[in-house]
Structure formats: C-alpha cells, structure tokens
C-alpha cells in the first residue's frame, strides 16, 4: 500500500483544531521517533525510511517498526509504507542495531490525530508539533494502490482546502531534515 499524504504548515492551527473537532475526535499521542540507516547511509540517499516510533497516549505505550520506500510520487514525496506492531521497544532497537543498522536521528512529535471518512476514504489527519522546530504542521493522508494515488491526492487536497489551508501551505520538508539542521 502506498500512504498517499500531504503536509502543510499551519498558519491557524487553533482554527484548523477546531474544524477538525467537528468532524472527529482527537487522540493526543507523543511519538518517539527513531530513524535507522545502513553504516553508509544508503537508506537516506535512496529516500527509504527505517524506523521505530513508540507512541504514548491516553490508551497507553505502543511501538512500531516502519519502512517507507523511495517516493512514488515527486509533488507529495508519498511512499509506500509497511509497518508492524511490536511487543518490546528496546528489542526493536537491539534487533536493528544487530542487524548492523546505525541511528541517523531521533526526536519527539506532539501529535492530535483525527481518524475520520471524507469522500469515501478513510483518512489521518494529524496536527504536529516539533518542539525542536517552529510551527505547527498538518499531515492528511490514506492508504491506496498505486494506481489511485493521484485521486487519493486530490481527495486530500479538497480536505486541505475545507480546513483553509491552501497549496502555498504544503511542503516537502520532512521532520528529520529539520531537525538534523536544528542540531547543527
């Protein structure tokens, strides 16, 4: 599956919090995030992603391991996903580091996801915040085949749009990128 997704910065971010409100409830979750990369960083420079993120919430702790391809589409930068639960955080890292992968970068995201259906789909929309980079970021996004990615796209769009953000807003910088020149 392909996670088909735009980000946005969000210049209204208590609007948008509130228009999101009205279509679902919020889960607010504080993600660990831990990026992995082979020793010669070859991950990174084909655009694939490794990762462990351990997510804590009001329903508790949970991990999972992800890995995202190279992008699918140039515009969004969506990629597909495959992603696992797993039982124990710490055995996720060791089997990992094991396997001779290196940390390329770890950080927290404050997280108010929204889960709700807008047209036809079923969607994420998640407000973010990065306390080591300024503003407020939305991401929406679903999972679709491939051959659906471009009308997932303008699905997203038109959600984007309902919440007042405009294709001025979105952007292809990701969190790690930002964060790695933040520590710099």
Known sequence: MIEAELKARVHAPEQVMRLLDEVASARVEVY?????????????????ELRVRTVHGADGTRTVLTYKGAAVDEESGSKPEHE???????????????????????????????DFTAR?????ATLVRVPEIDGTYLEVETLVDEQDMAAA????????????VTAKDLTR??????VAAQRR
């Not at 036809?120 to 994420?124: A, S």
């Not at 303008?154 to 309902?162: K, S």
């Open 120 to 124: 036809g789909r079923q969607m994420l």
């Open 84 to 114: 696992t639960r797993v039982d124990d955080a710490d055995q996720a890292h060791a089997i990992l580091r094991g396997l001779g992968h290196v940390e390329l970068i770890a950080f927290e995201k404050r997280c108010r996801n929204y």
């Open 173 to 178: 910088e990701t969190y790690t990128a930002a």
């Open 32 to 48: 660990r995030d831990t990026y992995y990369d082979r020793p010669d960083g070859s991950l990174e420079k084909a655009g694939e």
């Open 153 to 164: 796209l303008d699905d997203i769009r038109a959600v984007l749009a309902e919440l007042g």
